[in-house]
């Protein structure tokens, strides 16, 4: 029997062979595709969002409120100029006034400026603070007490900035970043990238400067940004720590955004997990805050209220975020934030978490993590099997032609 006629005969054995073997190569890489894919919606299901569909839907003029057909009424009493509720996990917002309205964001800004600045350095690098890094703090800022000459530690400067809001804190940081001009610039690109298109910023720890503004939407575009990062969401999460002192070894700093800490008067939301709270004489009180419960995470956005009460802001925000964990899972989004959160959360820098700090018990990462590893099994696997195919055809080839050649060494045998 000639090679040819063996191969012909088989023909069809060989072909369903190699579709068998293309097929099961073919699955695990499907798989893959659409393990992305799902990982893609999950962390930012908003991607595919048009930019001014959402402007159009939440409204870019003033005055208006917006809430999703199928909500519980929105609160009485809500004052404030502008404000978003919104869903952490899928980006919805779920009802919102003037949520694109620019607005002075006070210290709410300072969660842009750890968005773009806390990758960059290790919790634990240790850095000597100079006079020039201290100079041209505005009067009246907030402070956490750096002194000059002293040594600090990266994550000391952060608790510095979200437990104290300390603009001396941020100027620090902002030196270690190559300045506090090249620092605004590069916020200011980092808005940009995230979607957030009414930030304009001056001054990177949200100090009033002429120009600079932001809106509850772009806020709560950076505060979901924030708590998709491990380090962000445990130092916004903090209610006292430790902070090195120059006469002594060290003094407590509480954190200053009350719907976490429950001071002044006020009880500690049930289920709060931070962000970031702020106050300057322009933009009045402003308040990024986020909660948990039942699995839910929601954020709200609260600027400048005007009702003139006390706690005002967080009065406001708590009753907002009661109504959204009423309304999510029953009201139709009115919108959705068009940016990614962030991707992965990072690994915090410095390992375990300082004995010092105590977070909220409910605190940690609450952006979706979609790993890829499953995936690039599911790819392995598949050229795993393909080989295997490969070097099956090979022996059968092999066994082929040696089939053929003892038939012509045999007597009778092959034609």
């Known amino acids: 029997m000639a090679l040819e006629t063996l191969l012909s005969r088989n023909a069809g054995v060989l072909a369903v062979i190699a579709a068998t073997g293309l097929t099961l190569t073919s699955i695990p890489a499907v798989a893959h595709a659409e393990q992305v894919a799902v990982g893609r919606r999950a962390v930012d299901p908003g991607a595919g969002a048009a930019k001014g569909q959402v ?6 003029r003033t005055g208006r409120t917006v809430a999703g057909a199928g909500a519980p009424a929105l609160p009485d009493g809500v004052s404030a100029r502008a404000w ?6 899928t980006g919805d917002v779920l009802a919102a006034r003037n949520a694109h309205q620019r607005l002075a964001p006070a210290s709410t ?3 842009l400026f750890a968005v773009t600045v806390l990758p960059k350095f290790r919790a634990g690098a240790v850095h000597k603070v100079t006079p020039a890094e201290l100079a041209g703090i505005g009067p009246g800022s907030s402070l956490v007490g750096i002194k000059e000459g002293r040594s600090y530690q990266v994550a000391d400067l952060w608790r510095g900035v979200f437990l104290r809001s300390g603009n001396d804190a941020v100027r620090v940081l902002a030196a270690m970043n190559g300045g506090w001009t090249a620092t605004a610039r590069e916020m200011q690109a980092r808005a940009r990238q995230l979607g957030a298109r009414d930030t304009s910023v001056k001054s990177p720890d949200g100090y009033d400067s002429p120009g600079q503004v932001s ?5 709560s575009v950076f505060g979901r940004a924030g708590l998709a990062n491990a380090d962000f969401a445990r130092y916004c999460a903090t209610t006292t720590a430790r902070f090195p002192s120059k006469g002594s070894p060290s003094f407590e700093i509480q954190n200053t955004n009350r719907l976490l800490s429950g001071a002044n008067g006020l009880r500690r939301y049930p289920g709060i997990v931070g962000v970031k709270n702020g106050y300057t004489s322009n933009a009045g009180n402003t308040l990024i805050a986020a909660a948990e419960r039942g699995g839910r995470t929601l954020l709200v956005t609260v600027l400048n209220p005007q009702s003139g009460a006390s706690n005002a802001v967080y009065h406001e925000a708590g009753s907002l975020l009661d109504w959204g964990f009423r309304a999510a899972g029953r009201a139709r989004p009115v919108g959705s934030l068009v940016a990614a959160p962030g991707g992965r959360a990072a690994p915090s820098a410095d390992g375990a978490r300082s004995g010092a700090e105590r977070p909220s018990a409910s605190a940690r990462p609450v952006a979706a993590q979609v790993s890829r590893e499953p995936g690039r099994w599911s790819q392995t696997t598949g050229w ?5 195919f490969a070097v099956a055809l090979a022996v059968g080839a092999v066994f082929g032609w040696r089939m053929y050649v003892r038939g012509r060494r045999t007597p009778g045998g092959g034609s």
């Not at 978003?84 to 996990?89: A, C, E, I, N, S």
Request: net charge negative.
């Open 215 to 219: 809106s509850a939407y772009d806020l």
């Open 84 to 89: 978003t509720v919104t869903d952490v996990r």
């Open 109 to 111: 800004l300072k969660t």
């Open 384 to 388: 795993a099997v393909a080989g295997g």
């Open 55 to 60: 402007a159009d839907q939440l409204g870019d």
